[in-house]
């Protein structure tokens, strides 16, 4: 006789995961209490009905989606099995893209797909669950979104990693926007403002090029003995900015606290990409001399690897997860402090067609706009 589970996958086990995350999940709908996106939710189960009520919504509103994943960040969290910290960065990826055009992110669906929900010894992955759970609740908070649905999958030897509990998380979010605030670059004039939001981590971005000078230097095991404390550091949650950047906008619905007219997200490419995509429209370029200094885990990789400085400004975020271009950087700066980012002014846009950027050495660097 065969069954289900001789071919690795649980199906009780995975109902028991489903209830884990679902309530996790109802943790964030008080998130959006009050505001568009609230949870029309009549059955109390998580295989039940769960939406929102979208009736009456004022003319110009924009509704679409965004996807994304957490990528090879989480080979170190299995390394050093640790999983608390790794819903930020997947927020983070969906979230944080979606201010760049404007856009309120609301709600969040998401996929994991596991190696298995049993170790090897027949031991169920509680802890690591759980862990993620707390993740995603804390992570939604500071987003300001609601986690509406997700699916949990086995899939045995497609899902490999460090470790027995393997796993890739993947999520959608739903955002909404008014047209006639829709950041669009064109905006964008020569003198205004860029305001940095500083971030302490790698993000989500560049950790393939960070697991390849770790295990140069510190060897295949690198998350083990020495090189123990750069995979903590570097698992450094991605900091989350959405809620205050539509605060600053006004987000879909709300009043704006400032002037933006361009919003740069530092993941993958670095300052010269996403900001020279920003500043296509408008053809114009930008000086940054006061950008903050990388963190000490991105220096001392950085050093360990030998690696460029424009190698290090175009691969990873270099202490700067947004960039902000504003005609009012007070008014910026007191928005982002409310929620407790630290922000400063970075630069100016100017009437060229590069990026010139000081780097933390002092030494300066010229970028065409992407």
């Not at 170190?76 to 910290?85: C, F, K, V, Y």
């Amino acid at each position: 006789m065969t069954r289900y589970k001789d071919a690795g996958v649980h199906n009780d086990l995975k109902e028991a995961a489903s209830k884990v995350l679902y309530e996790a999940a109802r943790k964030t709908w008080k998130n959006r209490k009050g505001r568009f996106g609230e949870i029309y939710c009549p059955m109390n189960d998580f295989s039940g009905l769960r939406g929102i009520k979208a009736a009456g919504l004022p003319p110009g509103t924009i509704i679409s989606l965004g996807f994304d994943g957490v990528g090879t960040k989480i080979q170190l969290a299995e390394g050093i099995n640790r999983h608390d910290t790794i819903a930020y960065d997947l927020f983070a990826m969906v979230c944080d893209d979606a201010i760049v055009r404007g856009a309120e992110p609301v709600l969040i669906g998401s996929i994991l797909d596991v190696k298995s929900l049993r170790s090897p010894q027949g031991k169920y992955f509680m802890k690591q669950l759980n862990q993620l759970a707390k993740g995603y609740v804390n992570a939604a908070r500071a987003a300001r979104v609601a986690v509406i649905n997700g699916e949990i999958a086995e899939l045995g030897a497609r899902v490999n990693g460090y470790g027995t509990f393997n796993y890739n998380w993947g999520a959608a979010v739903l955002w909404v926007a008014n047209e006639q605030r829709a950041i669009t670059g064109k905006k964008i004039k020569a003198g205004q403002t860029i305001v940095a939001l500083r971030e302490y981590g790698f993000r989500s971005n560049g950790l393939s090029l960070v697991r390849k000078i770790l295990r140069n230097t510190f060897g295949a095991e690198y998350h083990l003995g020495e090189g123990t404390r750069c995979v903590e550091e570097a698992l450094t949650p991605s900091t989350i900015y959405c809620a205050a950047v539509c605060d600053m906008f006004g987000g879909a619905f709300d009043e704006p606290r400032a002037n933006v007219t361009g919003v740069a997200h530092i993941t993958g490419g670095g300052i010269p990409e996403k900001l020279g995509r920003v500043l296509r429209p408008s053809g114009l370029g930008a000086v940054l001399d006061t950008v903050y200094d990388p963190p000490s885990i991105m220096q001392e990789v950085q050093e360990l690897g030998d690696v460029p400085m424009r190698e290090a400004y175009n691969t990873w975020n270099m202490g700067n997860g947004m960039l902000i271009i504003t005609t009012t950087p007070e008014e910026v700066i007191a928005c982002a402090e409310q929620h407790n980012l630290e922000a400063k002014v970075a630069g100016k846009i100017e009437a060229k067609t590069n990026i010139r950027l000081k780097t933390y050495t002092g030494k300066w660097l010229n970028f065409k706009c992407a």
